[in-house]
Structures are given as structure tokens and as C-alpha cells.
Nanobody, 126 residues
């Protein structure tokens, strides 16, 4: 079992920045591909981006490319989501998720992930 806890959400003005953190406990963190998802009211949960187990490669959905950056520190069992140039449409509950990395696969669906955090609210509003 892996337990995930997100932090760092809050209220920010358009154009502002936030950094979300997700700390994993329970099992060794390093074998897992980590994903950041978000879900706005009335919408399905969508993948924001993901990072491979060793941090060597990342994937982002088109709407956040160039604005969001995912990184990880396996020694601290932590994955980060740095968000810049935030827009009102980025408002959502943000979740981190984990699953074991196999080969070169990218996992993009919520059902691909076994472990989830509780979520942290990000609100972008003036």
C-alpha cells in the first residue's frame, strides 16, 4: 500500500503561481509512475501530467504545457506540481496518483492508477 497526501492548494489570482506537493508513505516510492489529475465540478477527472519513476521523462496535457512542471524527489518520496500563469479554468481539486511503472508506458486514465491522495483545492480567481 502507498498512502499519498497532497498539500499546497489555495486561492490565487489569475497569472499567479502555486506549487503542489504530494508525499508518499508506506512502500518504496521510486518504482511508481506518478500522475497529477484534476477535477472541476461537473467534469470528469482528467490527467494534468505524469512523471516516470526516475524523473527522466514527463508528460503534460496540452492545456498546461509550458505553464506546469512536474518533478519528483524519490529520496523524499515527494512529487511536485509547479503551476505558473494560472488561469480561472485551472480551478479544480488536484489529486496525485501512483501506479507501478512498467517499461515505457504512459498511464493517462484514472483507472490506470492504484493509489490516490485526498485532493487539494486550487482556486484561480480575482
Amino acid at each position: 500500500q502507498v498512502q499519498l497526501v497532497e498539500s499546497g492548494g489555495g486561492l490565487v489570482q489569475p497569472g499567479g503561481s502555486l506549487r503542489l506537493s504530494c508525499v508518499g508513505t508506506g512502500r518504496t516510492f521510486s518504482p511508481y509512475q506518478m500522475g497529477w489529475f484534476r477535477q472541476a465540478p461537473g467534469n470528469e477527472r482528467e490527467l494534468v501530467g505524469a512523471i516516470r519513476w526516475n524523473g527522466g521523462s514527463t508528460y503534460y496535457t496540452d492545456s498546461v504545457k509550458g505553464r506546469f512542471t512536474i518533478s519528483r524527489d524519490n529520496a523524499k518520496s515527494t512529487v511536485y506540481l509547479q503551476m505558473t500563469s494560472l488561469k480561472p479554468e485551472d480551478t479544480a481539486v488536484y489529486y496525485c496518483a501512483a501506479r507501478v511503472q512498467y517499461g515505457g508506458a504512459w498511464y493517462a486514465r484514472p483507472t490506470d492508477y492504484n493509489y490516490w491522495g485526498q485532493g487539494t483545492q486550487v482556486t484561480v480567481s480575482s
